[in-house]
């Protein structure tokens, strides 16, 4: 039976992350950086509009930045 062009793509998909292999878009900025941006955020040193500027990325992704520090533990 010949496999389908959808069916070999998931079979590739499923062993590329059974290595680890990150599937999809990588992060804007490292991780690093994400926190330096969400403890200027916390600290109010640093407004959500002026870190998008400053890493050329959205507003929206800082956002999201400042809301996954939250949940991590210290």
Do not use: C, D
Not at 45 to 73: D, H, Q
């Amino acid at each position: 039976m010949t496999k389908t062009h959808s069916e070999l793509t998931r079979a590739g998909l499923k062993r590329a992350k059974a290595r680890g292999v990150w599937i999809g878009r990588p992060p804007a900025l490292k991780y690093p950086q994400r926190t330096l941006i969400a403890r200027a955020i916390s600290a109010g040193t640093l407004t959500v509009r002026e870190a998008a500027k400053m890493f050329n990325i959205g507003e929206t992704t800082v956002r999201r930045y400042v809301k996954e520090s939250r949940k991590e533990p210290t």
